[in-house]
Structures are given as C-alpha cells and as structure tokens.
C-alpha cells in the first residue's frame, strides 16, 4: 500500500471549510483488486458513506468504499454539524403530511444517532471535539411567534424535550424562543477520518480520488467502473448526497446552497450555544475552537443551486453578522450543498428503478450529519435483510398524493423551465475582451454556444454549457469558481471536471485555437 500525503483540493470549489483547513492527514492508499467480489461497494466517502462501511465491515462483511476526491471532500467537509432532535422539517410539518406516530419515530431516531456518534467516539478514542450544547430557536415577529407555539406543541407531542424561555444565547432582539437541551455540536472531519481509519483496520477497502462513471448489473454482481480499475460487489449503495443518473429522486429533491462564515470577534463574546432564527431563509450559529482559537459560525442566506447571487449571499451574511456583533476578522468562508425533499424526509433505502440491491439516501435537508448517520444505519439492516421501522417511512418509492405535491410541482416547473430556457439565453461575444479577467459566461460565438473562463492572466478556457446529468444549461459561479446546473445541483470545477454529483461526466472541453476572436486578445 501506497502512503499518501493529505489530498490537496480538498474543497468543494474555491472555498474552504475551518474543518478542511485546520487538518491534515496521511492515508494509506490500498489497492484493490480487480476480480474480487465484495460484498458491498460504498460510493461516498462523506459520513454516510463511511458509517455504512464502517457497520457493514463491522457486521462481517466485506466492503470497499470508492470516493471520487478525497474523505469529506463534499457536504460533510462543509457542514456546520449541528447534531439537532429538531428538523428543518418542522415537527408540524411532519405530522401533517406523514402523522403524529412519523413525529414521534423521527425524535426518537435524532436522540439515538446522537447517542450512537458519542458511542463511537468513546468506543473508537476519536478526538472529535464533542461537547452538548443547549439550542434555542427565536421568533422576532407576531407571525414567527405564531408558527414556534405551534411547534412547540408538536415537539412536546412528538417527545422532544423542549421548554419556553426567556433567552436565545445571542446579542440578537426577540420575541419568543425555545429551549432544546443535550443537542450537540463536534469536529465532523476529525470524526470519520477517525471511522475511516476503524473501518480500513477491520478489513475494509478505502480508494480515494476513484470516481465510479457508471455501472451495470448481471449474473447477481454490479460491475462498476473506475479509470484505472473495475470493481464488483452484490451490493451497490450511493452515499454520493444525490444518486447518479436521471430517476425518480431526481424530481423529488431540490439542490440548495447554505452559506458560512467564520469569524472572530473583538470582545471575545462568543455564543456558547447553538442557536437558529425563523427568518426566509433562516440563520444558524455556533462557536467552536479551531486550532486553539474560537470562531464563530454563522450560516444562512441559503438559496437554490444555480439561481441566486453567491457573492451577495456572503455580502447579505457579513453585513447580518457585523449588525450583532463585533468582528474582527473573518478568516472562513465557504459554502455547502444539501438537497430538500419535496414532502419533508429523506429518501433512503432501494433506488426507483434501480437494478436490485442497489441504495441510496438523500434529502437530508439542513441535517446532514444527523439524517446521513441515520440513513448508514437504516441502509445496514436492509443490505443485511434486518427490520428497521423507520425503513417504510423513508422509502425511495413511496408516494404521497397529499404531502409535497404543491413542492413537486413546483421544483419540477422550474427545472423544466431551465432546461428550455436557459437553452436560448447567451451573450452574443463578439471580442474576447469583452470578458473580465477572472470572469466566466455562457455565451454564443461563432455558432457555438459556450461556457468561456478567462483567467487573470487571460487565458481562456471553453467547455459545453451542457450539464452532463439531465442536460441542463450550467450557470457560473464567480465566489467559488464553478459552473453549477440550476436543475439537480451538479457542479463543475473550472476545467469542466465534476467536483459534485449527480453528473458522473465531465463538461465537454471545447477547442478555440482556431476562432478569431482569440486573435483580438
């Protein structure tokens, strides 16, 4: 085996996590074999991912995880982890569209996973940086005060411990707030490099920077292909936070970005709870120490894969945080992906339409750490045929007529109108000066439709606007150097590589030595 350095492009596009930069790490790079028959392959190497190795190769089978970059490249190495017995999807929510007994199992699966991460890092010795944490959630107008006592009920109904305060942990005015005790905050890379490391010392097979570009089932085996190698497995389970290829999941889920920064203050009065606010979209904080000294996270200013402004997301969320509090620097900012489901849950167990044993778990929402753990366990008990009750309420293929029709519509509109719309929507470009230096854009040239990066030094970079996935019209994303699909969240590195799923291939790269604009440079 083969010891590697910590993988550099580590981020998730151009910018970087305080868990991602306070890190590294030397790997041992294995090789697996071509011919051997595993158990179970696990693409993903996020913390659904590698729980589900970790349960699986624990349980005695024989498992190899592929993951395209490097261990927590994607959403796990840019998640705030907040560990919550609440939901973005709201208790209310829940018992609306699912009823009151889905409330009550969805408490009690939060409290267990919180509990099952501290056992394994009591179990494993994993410095992690666990602590419990109080949480508050605030109203600061008569309409959100209306919708807390509602889910003030609910969650009491639904056996969540939670009381009425007067207080929310922060320099922030409001009107009513809530109280939610032993929630839960810690270091989540420091937590399944950890696992990672578990899971390779009881057998199991761990390949970085393998990305899988398809797969194909016969004679009971899935047969998935790598560029420098071909593995095969009786199971195939795409932790990849959105599974590849054009299915069902992909109507169901919408792609959001969250944003986040982190910042030091001048006072040093830094919260030391978590806390959440009810605003559209909503903003989310904690306090953590990162390499001996505290930051605070702030997150929010979240909207839709593709659509919104990211530069003024960052912009709209420092001005948010220097109204509060003092700042003296903010050395962190970045931003993650998370999917919302269009009636609440997550989606996990058998893919729709999928070959046999083939499974995958999205629609996490806001709670990726706690849903993306719950999902390795429920995906255990099924690949090794145990019961799990929560394995019918999460179900790939349910149908619900009533709960998210009004979301599906929706989403499904608006990505139907993007795939059609965006197709005839380009800047004619007439000079290559026309294009700022560090400037990308979708636009029309010679009777090619392209989308053209210009570097700072001026050169020049096209690829297909074609999102390799559903074939969506890509948009570009100046903050974080990126050309995202505003259809399934698909998101591309400046050269046209994927950095997120679900395209499993490349922008096509286009040649211009020949166009005459280039003469004009």
């Known amino acids: 085996m083969k010891k590697q ?135 600061q ?22 009381s009425e305060v007067f207080e929310n942990g922060l320099p922030i005015d409001f009107e009513h707030a809530l109280l939610f005790k032993d929630q839960a905050q810690f270091h989540p890379l420091k937590y399944i490099y950890a696992m990672a490391e578990a899971f390779q010392k ?12 398809g797969s194909r089932f016969k004679d009971e085996i899935h047969t998935a292909e790598a560029e420098h190698i071909t593995l095969q497995a009786k199971n195939l389970v795409y932790a990849t936070h959105f599974p590849p290829g054009v299915n069902l999941l992909s109507l169901r889920n919408a792609p959001y970005r969250s944003y986040v920064l982190g910042v030091k203050l001048e006072d040093g009065n830094y919260p030391e709870s978590l806390a959440y606010d009810m605003q559209e979209p909503y903003h989310y904080f904690r306090t953590h ?55 609440g849950l997550p989606y996990i167990g058998h893919l729709p339409g999928g070959e ?40 790939p293929s349910r149908l619900k007529p009533v709960a998210g029709v009004v979301e599906f519509i929706k989403e499904n509109a608006d990505v139907a109108y993007h795939f059609v719309a965006d197709r005839f929507s380009a800047e004619t470009l007439d000079s290559i000066n026309q294009l700022e230096p560090d400037e990308g854009k979708i636009v029309s040239f010679e009777g090619h439709k392209m ?39 698909g998101r591309y590195a400046i050269n046209g590589k994927v950095i997120t799923g679900p395209p499993q291939k490349d922008l096509e790269q286009i040649n211009i030595s020949k166009m005459t604009f280039l003469n004009e440079i």
């Open 451 to 489: 989308a053209i990066y210009k570097d700072a030094k001026g050169q020049v970079t096209a690829l297909s606007p074609t999102c390799t996935h559903a074939g969506c019209t890509v948009k570009w994303n100046g903050t974080e150097k990126s050309w995202d699909c505003p259809c399934h969240g």
């Open 289 to 343: 120490k990162i390499n001996g000294e505290k930051i605070l996270i702030v997150g929010g200013e979240d909207h839709k894969t593709g659509h919104g402004n990211p530069q003024q997301a960052f912009e709209n969320l420092e001005q948010y945080v220097r109204k509060y509090f003092k700042v003296s620097d903010i050395p962190y900012r970045w931003s993650s992906q998370y999917y919302v489901p269009v009636d």
């Open 202 to 213: 009881l057998g199991g097979i761990l390949l970085e920077n393998t990305i899988i570009t």
């Open 5 to 139: 350095d910590h993988l550099e492009n580590m981020r998730d596009g151009q910018t970087e996590s305080p868990w991602q930069s306070s890190l590294s790490r030397e790997i041992e790079q294995p090789t697996a074999e071509n011919g051997v028959i595993y158990d179970t392959l696990i693409v993903g190497g996020g913390i659904t991912g590698i729980t589900t190795a970790f349960l699986l190769q624990k349980s005695g089978q024989k498992c190899v995880l592929a993951e395209a970059h490097c261990l927590g490249f994607g959403t796990t190495g840019g998640t705030t982890a907040h560990l919550n017995t609440f939901f973005d999807t709201t208790y209310p929510e829940i018992d609306g569209a699912f009823g009151v007994e889905a409330s009550k199992m969805m408490a009690t699966a939060a409290k267990n996973v919180i509990d099952f991460i501290q056992a394994n890092i009591d179990t494993l010795g994993i410095d992690a940086d666990f602590e419990y944490k109080d949480a508050y959630l605030f109203s």
């Open 356 to 395: 046999e044993r083939v499974f995958a778990a999205t629609g996490f929402n806001g709670n990726g750490i706690i849903l993306g753990t719950l999902s390795a366990l429920i995906l255990h008990d099924l690949i090794l045929k145990k019961e799990n009750r929560l394995a019918d309420l999460f179900k």
């Open 141 to 162: 107008n008569e309409k959100e005060t209306a919708q807390l006592q509602e889910i003030l009920s609910a969650t009491k109904q639904a056996g969540v411990a939670v």
